[in-house]
Structure formats: structure tokens, C-alpha cells
């Protein structure tokens, strides 16, 4: 079963534009992390975030988790069409292997 | 480093034949996951190895799937035999941790399609 949902499923904006992207998980956990996939690749790790972490930076991306809301969200800033690609976030529950979601396809128009 | 590497990267094959999807992971790595990517089911965890031992498998789908890790440097997800349902991208992704849920390295995947 899928411990983290995406929303929305799919989100197209114009360069320059910010985006974010959100997920919701259902039981506790140690970390959260994001992954962005192009199409017909492998993901790739994006930025991890601890559970006692409520904000997270990295280049033009920031990522927010608010434990008792068990939600996290992805924002990039400033997007270029270079960051259109699928982005998927991921959790740590401490008991198996990362949990991935069901993903937010981003299309940036150039 | 040349990554992950997973071989085939598509295979094409007929109901019933048998379906041998190697990987090679980043050298250092104790960890190594097989996933599965369909657009039904998203992408799950089907079995994952710490220090070549299987620590998961309880996303094998069923006694057609087995997987082996004979060395630290080598892995295969064999599925004998094959149906159409199986058709799917295989990824897999290695890790260095004691834990399952460490940064995941993943390789480009094998795209499998069983007519």
C-alpha cells in the first residue's frame, strides 16, 4: 500500500514560476525524502529531511514537514524547464525499506 | 563511479519464457533494493539485501519472482515463468547503511514487456 499520497497528481506551470508539490503519509517516521524522476530514468535523490527537521533548504528547493499534520511539502523556486520531470517523496518508518509515493508529474513551459 | 548498473535495459519476451534482470551496484554499497514501476501501482518495494542477506521480500509478488545476491557486487531478479502482468520497469538501487531506508542510489531500470 502507498504510506505517502502526492497532491496534486499532476502540475504545469511557466518558467519562473514556483512549484509545490505535497505529500501526506499515514503512520510516524524517521526521515522524508524526495526524489525526482525524468522520464525514462532511474530517481534521483533530491534532499532528505529528519523528522525533528521542520524546514529544509537546498539551491532553489525547500522542503517543509509538519509531523503532526504527517505532511510534507517540495517547493521549488524560480522553476526552469529543465525541472520538469516527476517528483516522488519517500519515507523512513524504521521498519522496511523506503516507502514511496504515488508522484506529481511537473510540466515547466518554457 | 559509474553508478548502478542494470542490464537489460528493455527485454521483450513471450508469456511463459523465463526473465533474468541483473544489477550491479555502487561498490562500498551494502544495500540493495529490486522496486517495480507500473503507472497502476506506482513504485514498490519487491525485495531488498543488507550484506547480500535478504532482509525483505515481502513485496515478491509470488513463488514465479526469486532473487539472489551471490556477492556484494552482483544481484539478479529472475521471474520463471513470465506473464503479461509482470510488464513493468524494474529498478534497482543501492545504498551504504545499516538500514533499509538510507539514500537510495537507483540505476536506469529494466523495462520489461511480456506479450
Known amino acids: 500500500s502507498q504510506q505517502g499520497e502526492e497532491d496534486p497528481q499532476a502540475l504545469s506551470i511557466q518558467e519562473g514560476e514556483n512549484a509545490t508539490m505535497n505529500c501526506s503519509y499515514k503512520?510516524?517516521?524517521?526521515?522524508l525524502q524526495w526524489y525526482r524522476q525524468n522520464s525514462g530514468r532511474g530517481l534521483v535523490h533530491l534532499i532528505l529531511?529528519?523528522?525533528?527537521?521542520r524546514e529544509k533548504h537546498s539551491g532553489r528547493l525547500r522542503v517543509t514537514l509538519d509531523t503532526s499534520k504527517k505532511s510534507s511539502s517540495l517547493l521549488i523556486t524560480a522553476s526552469r524547464a529543465a525541472d520538469t520531470a516527476s517528483y516522488f517523496c519517500?519515507?523512513?518508518?524504521?521498519?522496511?525499506?523506503?516507502?514511496f509515493g504515488s508522484g506529481t508529474r511537473l510540466q515547466v513551459q518554457p | 563511479d559509474a553508478g548502478v548498473i542494470q542490464s537489460p535495459r528493455h527485454e521483450v519476451t513471450e508469456m511463459g519464457q523465463e526473465v533474468t534482470l541483473r544489477c550491479k551496484p555502487i561498490?562500498?554499497?551494502?544495500?540493495l533494493f529490486w522496486y517495480r514501476q507500473t503507472m497502476m501501482r506506482g513504485l514498490e518495494l519487491l525485495i531488498y539485501?543488507?550484506?547480500?542477506?535478504?532482509?525483505?521480500d515481502s513485496g515478491m509478488p509470488e513463488d514465479r519472482f526469486s532473487a539472489k545476491m551471490p556477492n556484494a557486487s552482483f544481484s539478479t531478479l529472475k521471474i520463471q515463468p513470465s506473464e503479461p502482468r509482470d510488464s513493468a520497469v524494474y529498478f534497482c538501487?543501492?545504498?551504504?547503511?545499516?538500514?533499509?531506508?538510507?539514500?537510495?542510489?537507483f540505476g536506469a531500470g529494466s523495462r520489461l514487456t511480456v506479450l
Open positions: 538501487a543501492s545504498s551504504f547503511g545499516a538500514t533499509g531506508a538510507n539514500v537510495l542510489t
Open positions: 529531511i529528519r523528522s525533528n527537521e
Open positions: 539485501f543488507n550484506n547480500n542477506v535478504p532482509i525483505d
Open positions: 503512520t510516524s517516521i524517521n526521515n
Open positions: 561498490s562500498g554499497h551494502n544495500s
Open positions: 519517500a519515507t523512513d518508518t524504521g521498519r522496511r525499506a523506503l516507502t
